[in-house]
């Protein structure tokens, strides 16, 4: 097994590990309690901070940005938080404490992360199939409860 | 021969529905189908548009360890349909469809594509024994691959050249999925359409979906690109047809938000890519992200077909048979 970190949990629970990294961290939660409960930490912890009410960014405030004035290099927070593997406690309790004020005032918006309306799609896929097709057998899945409910 | 499910009919309504359906057999029987299977289903996409119908539409579908089902109502008159009720509900009228669940519309004009292709394109039709479905007789038509496994059945009505019911079998033989009338009655009063909504949003038709969107022609193991369309939000649907069954791939720039997803999902791999697959009435649903696009697949196609060629929708040759079975018998585990 390579020289897996915690950190690792938090790419982890954002769907971000490949294929084997995620199978390394599952195995590695199977193994071990600790692991566990600190994924269970890591996922209150940020339940908490989605819970809290979001407010938009003011205008102004992405105009600085896009000037480059207050720029926040996300990547540079993560290049430290890889060079300080083992203090991620430390980290996390700051960036909850930080983003607790942080999303009072501004709520970054996550413009690249989608989450697809399956049952829109499904109806949309049933709607377009229906033509120049059997219609009832194709329009049937969209006249019946059927995911998530 | 033909029985008609007419509880609750007064007789002399009963007289006018069994003058309906002997006028409706005497019009649309498969007179020129004989008893060849692709002639058959064939027929049964023009004989759904023709025949006037009320009956009750079951679909059965595989989830988890056990077969979930569930029922609606069907109603069609004059190329006007409605499928469904409350808020699941499906109407269809010159061409156009409009589609509500759970307060979320989706309104197609009138659709733009190619025709699908013919029903014997890529797969194996043979008639089976005769059968009876919903109480009316039924020729049964089995769609087998080229391994001789039967993969699906079709039943349709001898008299009204109907679809009555249409069974998706998996690798072993076992029903996935099945949509059928339980009850059926010819004739009727056309159907009222519920209101579309104002300003529903609606798919259009594209010829050039951008260099950022992956559009294959073709999709193994014999899905055909039929249509290109762009929804209001953006997100581009790939429609695609192998004669018998289709196959949706909906693509939306973006990395996938995994919880936002709905509950219920099993995990798996595409390519290597996590993934999250659903089993849903429509059929088999596959969520997965690469090169910074969010792609959803939707196929009404055996399981096994559909992440054949929604794998494929990545074109890689070398490489997806194998994670395939890794994602057909490994993380998902539905059957």
């Known amino acids: 097994m390579s020289d897996l970190h915690e950190d690792a949990l938090s790419a982890y629970l954002d769907g971000e590990l490949d294929a084997a990294a995620r199978a390394e961290v599952e195995g590695r939660l199977a193994e071990s309690a600790e692991w566990r409960a600190i994924l269970d930490e890591v996922r209150e912890t940020r339940g908490a901070l989605r819970a809290l009410p979001q407010v938009d960014a003011a205008t102004e405030f992405w105009a600085r940005v896009l000037a480059g004035d207050d720029v926040v290099d996300l990547g540079a927070t993560r290049r430290a938080k890889e060079r300080r593997p083992r203090v991620w406690k430390v980290v996390a309790a700051g960036a909850a404490a930080a983003a607790v004020i942080v999303v009072g005032v501004i709520a970054v918006p996550e413009r690249d992360k989608v989450a697809p309306a399956v049952a829109s799609f499904t109806n949309a896929h049933a709607a377009r199939s229906s033509v120049n097709a059997d219609v009832v057998s194709n329009l049937a899945s969209v006249g019946v409860p059927g995911l998530g409910r | 021969m033909t029985r008609i499910v007419s509880a609750g009919l007064g007789r002399a309504a009963v007289g006018v529905v069994l003058f309906g359906v002997a006028m409706l057999a005497v019009s649309n029987a498969p007179a020129s189908a004989g008893a060849d299977p692709e002639a058959l289903l064939r027929d049964a996409r023009e004989a759904s548009e023709d025949v006037a119908l009320t009956g009750i539409v079951e679909v059965r579908w595989r989830q988890g360890e056990g077969m979930r089902s569930e029922t609606t109502e069907a109603r069609s008159r004059r190329g006007a349909y409605v499928v469904g009720r409350g808020e699941h509900v499906a109407v269809g009228a010159d061409g156009a469809r409009w589609a509500a669940d759970d307060g979320i519309a989706t309104r197609w004009g009138h659709i733009e594509g190619d025709d699908p292709p013919r029903p014997g394109a890529t797969w194996n039709l043979s008639l089976g024994p005769g059968a009876e479905v919903a109480g009316r007789e039924a020729y049964m038509i089995v769609a087998t691959n080229d391994d001789g496994a039967a993969r699906a059945r079709f039943f349709v009505d001898k008299d009204l050249g109907l679809l009555l019911r249409r069974d998706v079998l998996q690798h072993d033989g076992d029903l996935e999925r099945s949509v059928r009338f339980t009850h059926l009655a010819a004739g009727g009063g056309a159907p009222a359409l519920p209101p579309v909504p104002p300003g529903a949003p609606g798919p259009t038709s594209t010829d050039d979906v951008g260099t950022r969107f992956v ?40 990395t996938v938000d995994w919880g936002g997803l709905p509950d219920g999902e099993r995990r798996g791999t595409v390519n290597g890519e996590r993934a999250a697959g659903y089993a849903t009435p429509a059929g088999t649903v596959v969520v997965w992200g690469r090169d910074d696009l969010v792609l959803t697949g939707v196929s009404d196609a055996p399981r096994d077909v559909a992440y054949e060629a929604i794998a494929a929708i990545d074109g890689s040759d070398d490489g997806f048979l194998t994670d395939l079975v890794d994602f057909v018998l490994g993380p998902f585990g539905w059957n």
Not at chain 2, 238 to 251: A, C, H, K, P, V
């Open chain 2, 215 to 254: 559009a294959p022609e073709r999709l193994d193991p014999g899905f055909r690109l039929l249509g290109k369309y762009e929804h209001p939000d953006g997100t581009v649907q790939l429609f695609y047809g192998d004669g018998l069954f289709s196959l949706s791939i909906f693509e939306q720039p973006g």
